[in-house]
């Protein structure tokens, strides 16, 4: 099923191609580079969309643990070690399954 704005948007790009709005745009007759277009799509993707690569949000966690771990009480270190210990692997798999 098409989507209902479909034939709006064809009428006005049949309207655009009229009055000539398509004539003459730069590259016209160019091959396209598209060398890079899945890895600029992403890039656009994630930054329109405030997204974060998992690795990065769990990069930041560590160091936040990182940071706090000498202000501790020894009593707690533990609890933080632990979390530094799960936090360190999920981090790398995320950062494996990013670049693949």
Same mark, same amino acid.
């Given at each position: 099923?098409?989507?209902?704005?479909?034939? $709006?948007?064809?009428?006005?790009? *049949?309207?655009?191609?009229?009055?000539?709005?398509?004539?003459? &745009?730069?590259?016209?007759?160019?091959?396209?580079?598209?060398? @890079? +277009?899945?890895? @600029?799509?992403? +890039?656009?993707?994630?930054? =329109?969309?405030? +997204?974060?690569?998992?690795?990065? !949000?769990?990069?930041?966690? $560590?160091?936040? &643990? *990182?940071? =706090?771990?000498?202000? !501790?009480?020894?009593?707690?270190?533990?609890?933080? !070690?632990?979390?530094?210990?799960? $936090?360190?692997?999920?981090? =790398?798999?995320?950062?494996? +399954?990013?670049?693949?």
């Amino acid at each position: 099923m098409d989507h209902p704005l479909i034939d $709006l948007i064809s009428a006005k790009i *049949r309207d655009a191609e009229a009055r000539g709005e398509f004539d003459n &745009l730069a590259g016209a007759g160019k091959p396209l580079d598209l060398s @890079d +277009a899945d890895a @600029d799509f992403l +890039a656009r993707a994630l930054k =329109e969309n405030d +997204a974060v690569p998992e690795f990065v !949000l769990l990069h930041k966690q $560590l160091e936040e &643990l *990182r940071a =706090e771990l000498p202000n !501790l009480p020894v009593s707690e270190r533990k609890e933080v !070690l632990r979390k530094i210990a799960e $936090l360190e692997p999920k981090m =790398e798999l995320a950062k494996q +399954a990013w670049t693949r």
